[in-house]
Nanobody, 130 residues
Framework: EIQLVESGGALVQPGGSLRLSCKAS????????MAWIRQRPGKGLEWVSG????????YYTDSVKGRFVISGDSANNTLYLQMNSLRDEDTGVYHC???????????????????????RGQGTQVTVLS
């Protein structure tokens, strides 16, 4: 059975940091293009970051560039998202997911639904609040 389980979400003040983890089972997370996506309050699903299979090229949506870092760990079969300099607008539920399409910078500018992903986790809540 394929499972993705996210953890690491929390309540944090603006300017703070969090590291999200996504533990995979049933498949090798570094053998797939993988992504972090989020749903912010009152908004649709959106891309946050993606990483090509094998730990290749990484992609970030403009609002998180320079603040977030995506990485994969084959030894632990886990995907990570290091989130620094958090802002109020980063509040939301963060999911790790395996996209159906090959990751490109153009893809990260497209709108998405959960149907655009082979697999996804249930999500972890990040709340940035003064």
């Amino acid at each position: 059975e394929i499972q993705l389980v996210e953890s690491g979400g929390a309540l944090v003040q603006p300017g703070g940091s969090l590291r999200l983890s996504c533990k995979a089972s049933g498949f090798i997370v570094t053998a797939y293009d993988m992504a972090w996506i989020r749903q912010r309050p009152g908004k649709g699903l959106e891309w946050v970051s993606g990483i090509q299979r094998g730990g290749g090229i990484t992609y970030y949506t403009d609002s998180v560039k320079g603040r977030f870092v995506i990485s994969g760990d084959s030894a632990n079969n886990t995907l990570y998202l290091q989130m620094n300099s958090l802002r109020d607008e980063d509040t939301g539920v963060y999911h790790c997911a395996a996209p159906r399409k090959v990751l490109t910078s153009t893809l990260l500018q497209s709108g998405i639904t959960f149907a655009d992903f082979h697999y996804r986790g249930q999500g972890t809540q990040v709340t940035v609040l003064s």
